[in-house]
């Protein structure tokens, strides 16, 4: 796992501007790793892009729309803007769906991600499948001229590259990521899983080769999944998907790993551990109230709430995150698709 400082690494708690870490998530300690973000904070949050990405596929996991419904929050206070980078070519190179498939998965990922609150004025998609632009494609020979193909692999391994075309993606990822430095000379924000730190990497060197802005990154860390483990990808039993029915989620809460004690007996007296406890997590992104959520973590540890109880107050949680979102949902027409910013 990364640690503070491997790769130019930071963590987020030791930033001195309040009216960041003020952001639940990040005080929460979910975005934990930052890179350059002290150069953004700097400047007020003046002229800045925040990007972030999505590879198509079949099911949607719940804690992605808490990634986007943050980043959605994060326009609103600070009045950027939003680049979203959807990859039906990853999809269909890397995932084995069709192209078709690919694309009908963008779609409807594309009508969950604007359901989550975006100022569709200020947020932009970039989709290469339906409109791979001018600008976009001369970023990308920029990008590849100044790339090995072994660098690629050093950083990539080869297994990611399952066919010739794979080489595409991560070139494309990387002119993604500079486009607002390059185009507009403005600053930029990644705002992703800690997986595509490397992508940043590399397009910091890139920017100094084209002696443009350096992009900035904000990473979550890694999430425990329902079974316990940590979560690299989400798997039908350790996540809750937003196409699982509520019988469904009901039993992946109740069957979830947790750091509560063998017996109701050793439960009291000792307290349960909500450190390596994935319930307890879950309440981390679906508790919006900061005392409520300390007085649950409080309550685990003295023993004064069951396991079975804290099952039950998250899934009320997420029953009603899902609904509220569905009911979003439902109020985005397909008209979105034709309207949407493209870059």
Known sequence: MLKETEFGLKETKNLLHNDFLNLALIS??????????????????????VITGRCPSKKLNIIHLVHYKFLADLQK????????CIGPEEAFLLNKYTLDEAVKFANN????????GFDTKNTYFIIPTKNLSTKLFNLTLEVS??????QL????GRKYFKSSGSVLIPLLEMAEILYPSYYFNANSLLVFSLTQEVYLRIAEDLSRQLKIKKPAGLFYRRIKDLKGGIRKKSTDTGAIYLED???IITNKIFNAFTGGRDTKTEQKKYGGKPSVCPI???FNFFEEDDKKLQEIEKNCVSGGTLCHECKSMLLELI????????ESYNKTSDEVLLEMNML
């Open 319 to 326: 029953k009603k995150f899902v609904e509220k979102h569905k």
């Open 280 to 282: 307890f997590e879950y």
């Open 245 to 247: 029915s509520f019988d």
């Open 153 to 156: 692999l050093n950083v990539l």
């Open 77 to 84: 206070k600070f009045n950027s803007k939003v680049i979203v």
């Open 28 to 49: 929460r300690n979910i975005y934990k790793y930052h890179r350059n973000l002290d150069q953004i904070l700097d400047s007020d949050y003046k002229n800045l892009y």
């Open 145 to 150: 001229r100044r790339i090995t193909l072994n």
């Open 109 to 116: 990922d594309i009508k969950h991600i604007l359901s989550t």
